[in-house]
């Protein structure tokens, strides 16, 4: 089955610097990427998402790459603020039998010190 | 109700008891997921549901039992609680394969 491996485990910044969090998959057949972020006693909510057939996906301060051949994919958020901190989750997901099969990550704290 | 909600929000359960969470959404999304999650292990999917009427296992499923008698519904329960079943319980629904989830806020149960 997948395989999601999510790397730093943890995460601390200085307000204002770039965070990058790193995501490596092992099923080939993984189309469809999202990122979560969860805050403290909070439901996950998604934050930016990238489809196999786009390499790069920007929202703001927020931006997806992927690399199919390598099989890994990452999470950039510039100009960080406070409000950033979070936990985040990347995930993939390919159609199994007819339903979505996700995969998570095991998740990347990220603390923003002001 | 607005987009997915879970209850109870939080329960302590003796071990042995039988105890159903509820999940409800009011998307008429056609899919629906159980997810637990534990400090380091992140989400893993206990059981899905494709469309009302058909449910299937996800990675984590003994011990558990869902139904999809609607598409609004899909509740878990666990028959005879044990103590590894102490986590954060997260139902999620979705339009279709490929598209975002959407969660509910979450139950934290607790099996003593």
């Known amino acids: 089955g997948e395989n999601v491996e999510q790397h730093p485990s943890t995460l601390s910044v200085q307000e204002g610097d770039s965070a990058v969090i790193k995501c490596t998959y092992s099923?080939?057949?993984?189309?469809?990427f999202p990122w979560y972020k969860q805050e403290l006693g909070k439901r996950p909510q998604l934050i930016i998402d990238i489809r196999s057939n786009v390499g790069e996906k920007k929202d703001q301060r927020i931006a997806v790459t992927l690399n199919k051949t390598a099989k890994h994919f990452s999470l950039h958020i510039t100009e960080t603020q406070p409000e950033d901190s979070a936990v985040y989750f990347c995930?993939?997901?390919?159609?199994?039998?007819?339903?979505?099969?996700?995969?998570f990550g095991t998740g990347t704290k990220l603390q923003v010190i002001p | 109700i607005a987009g997915i909600t879970q209850a109870p929000t939080s329960q302590i359960l003796a071990a042995g008891r039988r105890m159903t969470l509820r999940c409800t959404q009011d998307?008429?999304?056609?899919?629906m997921y159980w997810y637990r999650q534990d400090l380091g292990l992140g989400l893993r999917l206990i059981h899905y549901?494709?469309?009302?009427?058909?449910?299937g296992k996800g990675e984590v499923p003994d011990g558990y039992s869902v139904s999809r008698a609607n598409t609004d519904d899909f509740p878990l329960t666990l028959a005879s609680a044990v103590p590894s079943q102490t986590s954060v319980y997260f139902c999620a629904s979705s339009e279709r394969v490929g598209t975002e989830a959407f969660f509910g806020q979450g139950t934290r149960l607790t099996v003593v």
């Open positions: 995930a993939a997901s390919r159609n199994s039998g007819g339903y979505q099969k996700v995969t």
């Open positions: 549901s494709n469309t009302a009427g058909t449910t």
């Open positions: 998307m008429r999304h056609n899919a």
């Open positions: 099923d080939s057949a993984s189309n469809y």
